[in-house]
């Protein structure tokens, strides 16, 4: 059952479906210009993700459901997600629901859902990863801000 606010489904409680967009469209456009997260993305046109993301999210949160692409472990099983990865993701999340003016009750609903996820998408090594389809590739970027090892 969906997450209720105040006796609505969370859909309600955001402003439906035209929230889910505007979240998703600043959303990616800090993920699409990030210099590290943004690198699995540059294949993948922005409006596609950002549709995807928001059919996905209505059906979460208890509104139309017309999501018909992959769950988050089979879209993510190619690609190496750490923790540092995925609190980052988080983090311009978050960002993103406050720049849309949530509330604090709706963006910490919206969070708890999305990082629900997340003991399916982490990785501890890249061996982890599985190409979804014979051409696919792993992708797996170092953060850029992070020194190497020498």
Excluded at 5 to 21: D, H, R
Excluded at 23 to 39: A, E, L, N, R, S
Aim: charge should be positive; glycine fraction near 6%; include cysteine.
């Amino acid at each position: 059952m969906a997450i209720q606010i105040n006796g609505k489904s969370l859909y309600e409680a955001v402003g439906g479906k035209p929230t889910l967009e505007k979240v998703h469209k600043i959303f990616y456009d800090k993920i699409y210009k990030h210099p590290w997260i943004g690198q699995y993305f540059k294949d993948v046109p922005q409006k596609i993700i950002e549709t995807q993301q928001t059919d996905f999210m209505s059906d979460l949160m208890g509104g139309p459901s017309k999501y018909c692409g992959k769950l988050p472990v089979a879209a993510h099983k190619h690609m190496f997600i750490e923790e540092e990865l995925f609190q980052l993701r988080s983090q311009l999340l978050r960002e993103s629901l406050q720049e849309a003016q949530l509330s604090t009750e709706c963006i910490e609903a919206w969070l708890k859902l999305d990082g629900a996820f997340k003991k399916g998408i982490l990785k501890n090594s890249i061996s982890e990863c599985e190409k979804r389809f014979a051409t696919d590739e792993i992708l797996a970027f170092q953060n850029p801000n992070k020194k190497q090892a020498a």
